[in-house]
T-cell receptor, first 112, second 114 residues
Framework: SQQGEEDPQALSIQEGENATMNCSYK?????LQWYRQNSGRGLVHLIL?????REKHSGRLRVTLDTSKKSSSLLITASRAADTASYFC????????????FGKGTRLSVIA | DAGVIQSPRHEVTEMGQEVTLRCKPI?????LFWYRQTMMRGLELLIY????????DSGMPEDRFSAKMPNASFSTLKIQPSEPRDSAVYFC????????????FGPGTRLTVL
């Protein structure tokens, strides 16, 4: 199975600005999930968007999915220093009880 | 629930030694996954279990790596003999149901092989 590819690899912004990260993939998916990883910690689930959904919100997070372009974006609005972390997209497969496949992540730095 | 529990959190060993990493998944979760994370390769899936049965171990790098899940509440990942290139953070994750559900990750074991 293939992994998603996040873009950019690294992003540095000022506190209060919005951060946008993108994920592109090549396979068919059942869903796409975004996870956050703080330095030295495990991954934490942020949001899941199904293949028949186009947009989803959770607090300051907004995720879009374009299955025709095989891409997704994660927008964090009004960023805070505490948002500094690596963000990963993960592809949920279409068959069976398959595991998530993760990209290499976007490293976000929010400067206070 | 305490979440996914991994032990030890840190392990430093010498090349050639056997290393055993342990994982306790969240109670009621029927899938368990072992991942390895390095700067070079990112997060790699090593092996996963459904209902305690190994489903796909194609990500296990070599025969030196083995994993077991003797019951629904415990899994081990063993490296024997260990090598410096095995140094990485090893994560265990568990999930209830299928791919429409989130995976819950443990805090990881940071392994250093000297």
């Amino acid at each position: 199975s293939q992994q998603g590819e996040e873009d950019p690899q690294a992003l540095s912004i000022q506190e209060g600005e919005n951060a946008t990260m993108n994920c592109s993939y090549k396979t068919s998916i059942n869903n796409l999930q975004w996870y956050r990883q703080n330095s030295g910690r495990g991954l934490v689930h942020l949001i899941l968007i199904r293949s028949n959904e186009r947009e989803k919100h959770s607090g300051r997070l907004r995720v879009t999915l374009d299955t025709s372009k095989k891409s997704s974006s994660l927008l964090i609005t009004a960023s805070r220093a505490a948002d500094t972390a690596s963000y990963f997209c993960a592809l949920g497969g279409t068959s069976g009880n398959t595991p998530l496949v993760f990209g290499k992540g976007t490293r976000l730095s929010v400067i206070a | 629930d305490a979440g996914v529990i991994q032990s030890p959190r840190h392990e430093v060993t010498e090349m050639g030694q056997e290393v055993t990493l342990r994982c306790k998944p969240i109670s009621g979760h029927n899938s368990l996954f072992w991942y390895r994370q390095t700067m070079m390769r990112g997060l790699e899936l090593l092996i996963y279990f459904n209902n305690n049965v190994p489903i796909d171990d194609s990500g296990m790098p070599e025969d030196r790596f083995s994993a077991k899940m003797p019951n629904a509440s415990f899994s081990t990942l063993k490296i024997q003999p260990s090598e410096p290139r095995d140094s990485a953070v090893y994560f265990c994750a568990s999930r209830s149901g299928g791919p429409n559900n989130e995976q819950f990750f443990g805090p990881g074991t940071r392994l250093t092989v000297l």
